[in-house]
């Protein structure tokens, strides 16, 4: 079991940017393909980002391809997503997750991730 906590959410103007952070502590980080996902108010969660074991091969949501960055360090076991030119439909609470796996893989569906962090509100205003 690995444990998750998300950090770096907040209130933000349309066109602005935010940084998620996402700390996770347990098994090796290393084995887990990571991802972002979020929930806004009445909606289901949804997929946002993904990156796999390498940190090279990363996949979006079209919603926010091209504004949003998945990025990892395996050494501080830190996943971030770097969002920029933020929309008032990204506010969401935003979830890490993770996802252990004998393969280097890239996942989008919730189902395939056991293990989910607290969230953190992204607020988007006009």
């Known amino acids: 079991q690995v444990q998750l906590v998300e950090s770096g959410g907040g209130l933000v103007q349309a066109g602005g940017s935010l940084r998620l952070s996402c700390r996770a502590s347990?098994?090796?980080?290393?084995?887990?393909?990571m991802g972002w996902f979020r929930q806004a108010p009445g909606k289901e969660r949804e997929f946002v980002a993904t990156?796999?074991?390498?940190?090279?091969?990363?996949y979006y949501a079209d919603s926010v391809k091209g504004r949003f960055t998945i990025s990892r360090d395996n050494a501080k076991n830190t996943v971030l997503l770097q969002m920029n030119s933020l929309k008032p439909e990204d506010t969401a609470v935003y979830y890490c997750?993770?996802?252990?796996?004998?393969?280097?893989?890239?996942?989008?569906?919730?189902?395939?991730?056991?293990?989910w962090g607290q969230g953190t509100q992204v607020t988007v205003s006009s």
């Open positions: 997750a993770a996802a252990y796996s004998d393969y280097d893989v890239l996942l989008t569906n919730r189902a395939d991730f056991g293990s």
């Open positions: 347990g098994r090796t980080f290393r084995r887990y393909t």
């Open positions: 990156i796999r074991w390498s940190g090279g091969r990363t």
